[in-house]
């Protein structure tokens, strides 16, 4: 699997690294020479996600399910068993569902919920190869605010402007109906906060998605505390706007992914499987 011809500067127009000496570069999301070669890497991404999930404790009962597109099919899409542990999960336990709920792939059914949701954010959004949520901790506290996030710190500045709110909620959601409400409200965001209910990331990639929804909990901790603390002070917008400009694009997503998979997958070789 090779990773992709490196540019004059990928990075520049990013905060996440400065200028690399001369003969130094960073890596990129890898290219591939075949469909079957991308599925097993979009997989092998996907265990890794839930992996990740599970470390963070953000799993609830069998609440939750991250996607990500199958590169033969967009209007298919891979995503976890129903009932099964995020901390278990390998590539060889994904199943494969269409847009019409259809299970292509597996023997285990699929959340309902999660066909409602992703399966219509999916439709949506044809630039989202994957898509997280999840009921973790401070993002359903922060949810059942109905507010959006403040820029209030420098990770937070990567959502400024660019998540939406969903402020309908009406149960488990089991109506794709109801999917393409939520798919409306994220909009052409990379985020959006369901409220009741939790959050909702995407990405291009697995690793783009999860660490959105990674960083995007730390936020509403963060600014759960400090409103618990006092009246927070915001970064300015023109501050805040070229700050998402370098944190919050989709390489930058990407990249500061990298040391989360580096260490779930020497620690847990075995969701390769």
Request: one cysteine or more.
């Amino acid at each position: 699997m090779p990773e992709s011809p490196q540019p004059a500067d990928p990075y520049a127009a990013t905060g996440v690294v400065g200028p690399s000496p001369e003969g130094v570069s960073l890596p990129l999301p890898p290219v591939f020479d075949s469909v079957e070669e991308e599925r097993q890497y979009r997989k092998e991404q996907l265990a890794a996600g839930f992996r990740l999930f599970g470390r963070f404790g953000f799993s609830e009962g069998v609440a939750g399910h991250i996607t990500v597109r199958d590169p033969e099919d967009p209007g298919w899409f891979w995503v976890n068993p129903f009932g099964m542990s995020f901390t278990q999960i390998k590539a060889s336990d994904l199943v494969l569902v269409d847009h019409e709920g259809t299970l292509l792939r597996g023997t285990r059914p699929v959340n309902r919920a999660a066909f409602a949701i992703h399966s219509r954010v999916h439709a949506a959004r044809p630039d989202a190869i994957a898509a997280a949520h999840s009921h973790s901790l401070y993002g359903k506290a922060f949810s059942s605010l109905g507010i959006l996030l403040d820029p209030i710190t420098q990770d937070a500045c990567a959502f400024f402007e660019d998540h939406g709110l969903y402020s309908d909620y009406r149960g488990v959601v089991t109506d794709v109906e109801e999917g393409k409400r939520v798919a409306a409200a994220l909009g052409g965001h990379k985020a959006v906060i369901l409220q009741n209910h939790g959050l909702l990331t995407v990405g291009q990639s697995v690793a783009e998605a999860v660490w959105w929804f990674v960083t995007m909990e730390r936020s509403c901790q963060a600014q759960l505390l400090a409103m618990a603390a006092g009246t927070p002070k915001l970064i300015d917008r023109e501050t805040a706007l070229i700050t998402r400009g370098q944190l919050g694009s989709s390489l930058a997503g990407w990249f500061q992914a990298r040391p989360l998979w580096d260490q779930i997958t020497a620690s847990d070789p075995d969701l390769f499987d």
